[in-house]
């Protein structure tokens, strides 16, 4: 997740300042690398490097930069690592145009070869570098600023919102938008565009919200704006609306608390996640890795993360046979005796910074493990370290408590187990196929989960703030979803919770229960888990237990529960994604209940960097 912005003006000023400021509140979403350009008396200038913004600034001095036209870019890196030739913008190989681009574009590849086999230098590593050399491909052919613009756009597969100058017309700039934000700030005598609106409010409160497909370009007074799908213009007037947000507000999206913002960005960070997925290199060399261990790998991580390791671990032996020892990284001691060289360790962090999982994959190494990390932030130090990364796109996650990461994490590792049981014959080639289809569907899955269970959440806080003890129960692939549920209202409600499998009641638990003692069941839709959990649902209500339970649609296990969320269930794989959202929703509106901030719990930090 980049930030992006774009400002339109009929004459030279101090640009660079109004930019600068522009990038410093979109700074939320992305903040390894910055970049200005502007244009001035119809020369184009360049300003980036990687860096935070400030530091930037007295490097580059972003703010002394005049012009009429310009655009600027924080980054969130997906493609090519952090560094001063991958910060955007990107120019083409005559210096003319330049573009700035948050997203994914998934056929870079393809595009690349084809542009270096017409002759075009790359300078980065970037997906986003073929769209200004496949513009000016385009320019030459037609002459047209415009029309080569929207023949690249049409080229592109994957996600973006785009901003384009060019010193071929000072006082335009031309943008594209797909499945990333764009909205456009309706000036008097300038336009202003940007991936958010706290961008825009430092100039007018007057906004479009761009979508899907629509492609044109601001001038000073004017927008023009068409839909390239239907080839038809825009009245993007009837678009305009006033926003009445302030800058604090607007760069939540209007949510009180980033974490529900997070929350509900779930289905667009799948959204994400999926189209990197789809054109990643690293994911075959990661399929063959665990193919090729001695049969022995170990996965590991910390809190959040950890319970993805557990995830991997149940559902790796379930499909492919393959068993994957899961252990909290802090104790990496006790498990890298036994590894030996040809092992391999799955290190999963969001941050990529943990210090107990940096230890463990030094640990590994030292023991000649081949280590594949999976993190959120590119280039981070676990990616660094590992011989293979995999990255979730889920985009910054602010709030301490992790929401996004944790599905974006899940999908990635299904998606991988999934390749691995293609690779090993366990799925054929057709059957991979409908495995990976039913994976995409995990952004509506996340968003249905997230629409039936608001009201429940809500309702059940105002019962949940009094609660001091708790417990999520679940058996098989819905175990480590059950620790995830118990962590969150732990570390934000502030509630004592305790997730264990169902079937572990009897051997001592359930002595705690009592009348009224909250237990919330999470219900995978694998039958003969159902039927084992019915057991269990009824030994609690035997005791008085208020139970709560995220079912599958059309469980049996319906009936027996106090309180019921019913989830889309297409894979089991997806058992995270249907069913977390819900024991996410209930852990915030339990803290806002009780009057606690969820983005800053006490005695936790977003990243742990310490052992
Ligand atoms: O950045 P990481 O994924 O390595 O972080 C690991 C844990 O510190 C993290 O998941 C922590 O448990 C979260 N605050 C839980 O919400």
């Known amino acids: 997740m980049c930030g992006i912005i774009g400002l339109c003006y009929s004459s030279p000023r101090e640009l660079g300042k109004l930019l600068y400021k522009g990038l410093l509140r979109l700074e939320y979403r992305g903040y390894d690398s910055a970049g200005i350009a502007v244009i001035c008396e119809r020369k184009l200038h360049v300003a980036k490097g990687k860096g935070m913004l400030r ?11 005049t012009g009429s036209t310009g655009i600027g870019h924080t980054r969130w890196a997906t493609h090519g690592a952090p560094s001063n030739i991958n910060a955007h913008p990107h120019t083409d190989c005559s210096g003319v145009f330049a573009v700035v ?12 070869k084809r542009l270096i086999g017409r002759g075009h230098v790359f300078k980065s590593d970037t997906d986003t570098e073929v769209i200004v050399h496949l513009v000016e491909e385009y320019y030459r052919d ?4 415009y029309e080569a613009f929207k023949r690249a756009i049409r080229e592109l597969r994957g996600t973006y919102a785009i901003l384009m100058i060019t010193s071929l017309e000072e006082n335009k700039i031309f943008f594209a938008k797909k499945d990333s934000p764009l909205v456009v700030g309706v000036g008097d005598g300038y336009n ?4 958010d609106i706290p961008a825009i409010l430092d100039h007018t409160r007057r906004v479009v919200v761009l979508r899907d497909h629509w492609v044109g370009y601001a001038t000073p007074s004017s927008v023009y704006v068409e839909d390239l799908a239907t080839g038809k213009p825009v009245d993007y007037s009837a678009y305009i609306r006033l926003v009445e947000w302030s800058v604090e507000e607007a760069s939540k999206g209007g ?22 997925l789809k054109s990643s290199k690293e994911l075959p060399l990661a399929v063959k890795a665990i193919v090729e261990a001695n049969g022995r790998v170990f996965v590991t991580g910390a809190g959040t993360s950890y319970h993805a390791a557990e995830f991997y671990a149940i559902a790796s032996s379930t499909l492919t046979g393959i068993l994957a020892v899961p252990f909290i990284a802090s104790e990496y001691e006790a498990y890298s005796e036994s590894a030996r060289e040809g092992d391999v360790l799955v290190a999963i962090s969001q941050s990529g910074e943990t210090m107990d999982v940096i230890k463990a994959v030094r640990k590994f190494k030292e023991r000649g493990v081949r280590v594949l990390a999976v993190s959120n932030v590119v280039d981070s130090a676990i990616p660094r370290e590992s011989h293979i990364a ?35 014959g366990v799925l054929s080639r ?10 995409e569907r995990a952004p509506r899955v996340a968003e249905i989960s997230l629409e039936r269970s608001e009201e429940l959440a809500r309702e059940l806080s105002k019962s949940y703030a009094s609660k001091s003890s708790m417990y999520y129960l679940s058996r098989h692939i819905g175990v480590p979803v ?29 002595a705690l229960v009592e009348s009224k003692f909250p237990v919330v069941f999470v219900a995978p839709g694998i039958s003969l888990v159902e039927q084992a959990i019915k057991g269990n649902i009824e030994e609690m209500r035997a005791r008085g237990a208020e139970t709560v339970g995220v079912v599958c649609e059309g469980s049996p296990l319906k009936g027996l529960l106090d309180h019921v969320i019913e989830v889309s269930c297409p894979h089991w794989l997806l058992t995270p994604i249907s069913h977390t959202p819900p024991l996410q929703l209930l852990a915030y509106y339990t803290a806002t209940t009780k009057g606690l901030n969820p983005d800053r719990p006490r005695n936790l930090a977003k990243t742990v960097t310490v052992e």
């Open 192 to 195: 202003v565009l940007a991936s």
């Open 390 to 424: 995999l990255y979730t796109r889920a985009g910054p996650e602010i709030g301490v408590a992790a929401t996004k990461t944790f599905l974006t994490q899940t999908l990635l590792l299904a998606w991988l187990i999934a390749g691995v049981a293609e690779y090993t």
């Open 101 to 112: 681009h948050n997203g994914i574009i998934e056929n870079y590849d393809e595009l690349k």
């Open 482 to 510: 059950a620790r995830e549920g118990a962590l969150k209202i732990k570390e934000i409600a502030y509630i004592h919770a305790e997730a264990y499998p169902a079937g572990e009641s009897k051997h001592g638990p359930i």
């Open 430 to 439: 057709s059957e991979y196929s409908e495995v990976t289809s039913l994976l």
């Open 255 to 276: 949510y009180p608390f980033y974490m529900i913002k997070e929350i509900y960005e779930q289905p667009q960070a799948l959204k994400s996640t999926i189209a990197g």
């Open 55 to 65: 530091d930037l600034e007295e490097k580059l001095g972003f703010t002394k930069y």
């Open 142 to 145: 037609t002459g047209d600023v």
